[in-house]
């Protein structure tokens, strides 16, 4: 089910990290997820498998059902804070189908990925998802990934990068949130993630 993440100020809808299966070493090394597990790893696998469920079943309508309730702000939404949103092409037509319904309710949508490093996804994503104006799907990078930023901006992809503090480059910008720790900042920030215009530097953590 989607909660409510305080940190971010975002709706969310998580998934395991055995659905990470697109991560890189660095990734995996610098997982903020890490001392979750270890610190509730039952709670935090008990919360995986209902989520899961969630993800394979629910439909447009029931994540609005899910959400309409909620005193927070819902005009923006995140898949994933932790997981991986698009595990194989079955995943795209599911985000596809969400995007499609949520859109009525000028809803928009939040993922970072790294599933662009399989050929066959970001084929699709760039074909079917990138259609949608309520979708914003950020190819995330870090030290082991960085070379393949000329090819995504090639291909209009939205790019993050996290993993170095003295990176530089002129399409980037730093994070608020991240740089300036602005708690619950995501949903009324308008300089990175849902502009379009610049792509994103994270602080590391």
Known sequence: MFRFNKDIGLFTLD???DTCKYSTEFCRLHCYNNKMYKAFGKRMRERDI???HYWQTATGEDIYKNLQHKQYDISRIRLCSRGEAFLDTHDVERVESWASYLSQYDIN???FTKAWR???I???IEKDLFLYSNLY???SLDLDTLQYYDSLKNNKWIVSFFGNDSFEHPNFIKCPKTWKHLKSY???CNEGC???CKDIHFKMH
Do not use: P
């Open 50 to 52: 209902k989520n899961e």
């Open 137 to 139: 799907i950020i190819a």
């Open 194 to 196: 849902f502009s379009r």
């Open 122 to 124: 970001r084929s699709l």
């Open 109 to 111: 949508i939040l993922v």
């Open 118 to 120: 399989d050929d066959d």
């Open 186 to 188: 995501c949903i009324k």
């Open 15 to 17: 998934r395991g990290k």
